[in-house]
T-cell receptor
Framework: GAVVSQHPSWVICKSGTSVKIECRSL??????MFWYRQFPKQSLMLMAT???????TYEQGVEKDKFLINHASLTLSTLTVTSAHPEDSSFYIC???WGLGSNEQFFGPGTRLTVL | QKEVEQNSGPLSVPEGAIASLNCTYS??????FFWYRQYSGKSPELIMS????GDKEDGRFTAQLNKASQYVSLLIRDSQPSDSATYLC????????????FGSGTRLSIRP
């Protein structure tokens, strides 16, 4: 399956600051990447679909101006949480579909964000 | 009704026994079905994918799909303590634009 990395693995920031999370597809070129958020003891919630070279597609209820997604290359997508607040504290995970036409998604190791 | 439903557990199974995890889904047009394992504090890892009715076996894991009943299950044979985790059922619709919907997961505990 696909090998996906994320950086940083964890981050603590003050309320009002912005945090950037990187997601890299290490072993193949991904035209599409997905960003999920997971609160404690809850399931994964898709936030947005990141498309290389075009705008991301956001799920209903996700503020696109708060969660900025950039997919500038076939191996890198970034999620920036702008003006973070304590309620944004969560586990953010990216994923890629492995292979052309594959429905299987492989996840990065995740980034735990804590906003003080 | 949730799109993908799982019993949250915890499901406690003795070591060496068979663990049976179940999942139902609401969209009859769903075509792809997945089981992920998620250890506490970690991201999900894909265990099995199944697309056709019937059983699919991979080592100690067997996925079972019944589209008529809108039911998918995962059997873990010879359960080991390392199998203790949360198991997420995920379902995807027919079109390439369909997104994967995850269940809330079943917490499995293998007791020695």
């Amino acid at each position: 399956g696909a090998v996906v990395s994320q950086h940083p693995s964890w981050v603590i920031c003050k309320s009002g600051t912005s945090v950037k999370i990187e997601c890299r597809s290490l072993d193949f070129q991904a035209t599409t990447m997905f960003w999920y958020r997971q609160f404690p003891k809850q399931s994964l919630m898709l936030m947005a679909t990141s498309n290389e070279g075009s705008k991301a597609t956001y799920e209903q209820g996700v503020e696109k101006d708060k969660f900025l997604i950039n997919h500038a290359s076939l191996t890198l997508s970034t999620l920036t949480v702008t003006s973070a607040h304590p309620e944004d504290s969560s586990f953010y995970i990216c994923s890629v579909n492995w292979g052309l036409g594959s429905n299987e998604q492989f996840f990065g190791p995740g980034t735990r964000l804590t906003v003080l | 009704q949730k799109e993908v439903e799982q019993n949250s557990g915890p499901l406690s199974v003795p070591e060496g026994a068979i663990a049976s995890l179940n999942c139902t889904y609401s969209d009859r047009g769903s075509q792809s079905f997945f089981w992920y394992r998620q250890y506490s504090g970690k991201s999900p890892e894909l265990i099995m994918s199944i697309y056709s009715n019937g059983d699919k076996e991979d080592g100690r894991f067997t996925a079972q799909l019944n589209k008529a009943s809108q039911y998918v299950s995962l059997l873990i044979r010879d359960s080991q303590p390392s199998d203790s985790a949360t198991y997420l059922c995920a379902v995807k619709g027919y079109s390439s634009a369909s997104k994967i919907i995850f269940g809330s997961g079943t917490r499995l505990s293998i007791r020695p």
